[in-house]
């Protein structure tokens, strides 16, 4: 990995996660770039029916560049370089005039980023992205992984990731792209398959799993793979329990849907595990649409 993007709004979630992927870039030795979009209010919805103060173009982004600077000030650690064994990812920034979707999509193909790292905070039982409703976009139709850092999460050494699948081939290019994440932090990958019923000694859902396994095995060439099964009366307690009690340092998840925001937004497992975690999400696009450079 090379690049980190962090989109930010400078909200307090938004630094925390900025925070999160310094250091996360300083175990990957990876760069970061952080970025912001903003709008000309001459541009935005309602311009013509509100009375804007007279600020044009070139002072808006001097202003986003001023707080940029500021930002960029706050992560860099001036004891980095003091530690010849540590790396120093240098901190780049970027703005932009547009929708944040549109300003992240274009940075990551202009910078060719390797993940998005982005902050999410709960509000009365909601998840919310700090960016604002259209960063839904991002997540939606995005072509390259996306880490997602809850408000309470401060970053600690990855040693252990968990990775929800259903035992389908449709994951694994997702698990491949893991790897490439996991293998620089040498840490352990845990499958985990969670399911409503026992079948755990049914001679379909063993067939099924090891089917599976061998797919891993002959395809995923990493050593620090195993696999858990986990019975629940429902999946959203499975994945409770499996975020509460398993010791997990980041979650993954490959997303089937394009439309997968609708899907959290609306109560769908992601959405319940995210209420109730202040483990990082790790969300990796369709397939059919995995980068990882």
Same mark, same amino acid.
Not at 36 to 46: L, R, S
């Given at each position: 990995m090379k690049k980190i993007l962090i989109p930010t709004d400078f909200s307090v979630p938004a630094e925390n996660a900025a925070k999160y992927g310094v250091e996360l870039a300083k175990s990957l030795k990876?760069?970061?770039?952080?970025?912001?979009?903003?709008?000309?209010?001459?541009?935005?919805?309602?311009?013509?029916?509100?009375?804007?103060? $007279?600020?044009?173009?070139?002072?808006?982004k001097e202003e986003v560049t001023t707080d940029l600077d500021r930002l960029v000030k706050k992560l860099s650690d001036p004891n980095c370089s003091v530690d010849e064994s540590a790396y120093c990812p240098q901190i780049f920034y970027e703005s932009g005039v547009g929708e944040v979707c549109d300003v992240v999509a274009a940075l990551v193909k202009e910078k060719?980023?390797? $993940?998005?790292?982005?902050?999410?905070?709960?509000? =009365?039982?909601?998840v919310q992205f700090v960016l604002g409703s259209?960063?839904?976009?991002?997540?939606?139709? =995005?072509?390259f992984p996306i880490l997602l850092i809850p408000y309470e999460a401060s970053y600690k050494k990855i040693q252990k990731i968990g990775f929800a699948t259903n035992l389908g081939n449709d994951d694994l290019e997702a698990l491949q792209a893991l790897v490439h994440?996991?293998?620089? $932090?040498?840490?352990?990958?845990?499958?985990?398959?969670? =399911?409503?019923?026992n079948v755990n000694f049914t001679e379909e859902f063993s067939h099924k799993k090891n089917e599976y396994l061998n797919e891993v095995v002959s395809k995923i060439k990493y050593s620090k793979i195993r696999?858990?099964?986990?019975?629940?009366?429902?999946?959203?307690n499975g994945l409770d329990?499996?975020? =509460?009690?398993?010791?997990?340092?980041?979650?993954s998840i490959a997303h089937k849907s394009h439309h997968i925001l609708a899907k959290i937004f609306k109560g769908s497992h992601t959405q319940k595990l995210s209420r109730h975690t202040k483990i990082p999400m790790l969300v990796f696009p369709p397939s059919e649409h995995i980068v990882w450079l």
């Open positions: 990876a760069d970061v770039w952080l970025c912001n979009a903003y709008k000309v209010p001459a541009e935005a919805p309602m311009a013509a029916q509100v009375v804007w103060p $007279l600020m044009d173009a070139y002072t808006l060719k980023i390797d $993940l998005v790292v982005m902050g999410i905070a709960g509000a =009365s039982g909601l259209n960063t839904k976009e991002i997540i939606e139709k =995005s072509d994440f996991a293998a620089p $932090l040498d840490a352990e990958i845990v499958l985990i398959h969670i =399911s409503t019923k696999f858990e099964y986990l019975w629940y009366n429902d999946v959203d329990w499996m975020a =509460s009690q398993m010791d997990f340092d980041i979650l």
